[in-house]
T-cell receptor
């Protein structure tokens, strides 16, 4: 069974540009989460999807961030326009309805905004 | 709301020596507790978890952690570390019924030859 996959693994962009990160959860996992780790700080929750619906987006830093999960499968996280402080590692995780307490994480996307 | 404190940002230890990575949490509700590990150039992996039942939980690679409710701790221990244990370890908590995971800042474990 494939794990959570994230694309790209690393993205380098200039301030003001747009970047889209993608996450493919484990097949059958209705719950999908985005987290972010800014250098030197904790991994912090951004938002939670249940299927295609946003269950909790309390961690989204501002309206430059837009997350979507069309059809309840893969999810994208768009940053537009990117700022220097957006640099960090973005993790995606998924969990199944039966074992919702256990989240499985992807390898992350390292975003560098120059 | 919950919070997690990992007291050590880095822990150096000689190979085959024992190690303890400390973790304290705070919460006003019942919690689930986790240790995640990130090996170099890899993603986060669940190492072990406490959901309910026995307060001592073990991983397949020799780590164990004990949930201590009175001290609000969930320290991670291994009696004898190996070079392959070199990684960053994250203690994490979630409120029962709450899907959001709160992470500590992480502890880098350096194994010295």
């Amino acid at each position: 069974e494939a794990g959570v996959t994230q694309f790209p693994s690393h993205s380098v962009i200039e301030k003001g540009q747009t970047v889209t990160l993608r996450c493919d959860p484990i097949s059958g996992h209705d719950n999908l989460y985005w987290y972010r780790r800014v250098m030197g700080k904790e991994i912090k929750f951004l938002l939670h999807f249940v299927k295609e619906s946003k269950q909790d987006e309390s961690g989204m830093p501002n309206n430059r961030f837009l997350a979507e999960r069309t059809g309840g499968t893969y999810s994208t996280l768009k940053v537009q326009p990117a700022e220097l402080e957006d640099s960090g590692v973005y993790f995606c995780a998924s969990s199944s309805p039966k074992t919702a307490d256990i989240q499985y994480f992807g390898a992350g996307t390292r975003l560098s905004v120059l | 709301a919950q919070s997690v404190t990992q007291l050590d940002s880095q822990v150096p230890v000689f190979e085959e020596a024992p190690v303890e990575l400390r973790c304290n949490y705070s919460s006003s509700v019942s919690v689930y507790l986790f240790w995640y590990v990130q090996y170099p150039n890899q993603g986060l992996q669940l190492l072990l978890k406490y959901l309910s039942g026995s307060t001592l939980v073990e991983s397949i690679n020799g780590f164990e952690a004990e949930f201590n409710k009175s001290q609000t701790s969930f320290h991670l221990r291994k009696p004898s570390v190996h070079i392959s244990d070199t990684a960053e370890y994250f203690c994490a908590v979630s409120g029962v019924g709450d899907d959001k995971i709160i992470f500590g800042k992480g502890t880098r474990l350096h194994i010295l030859p």
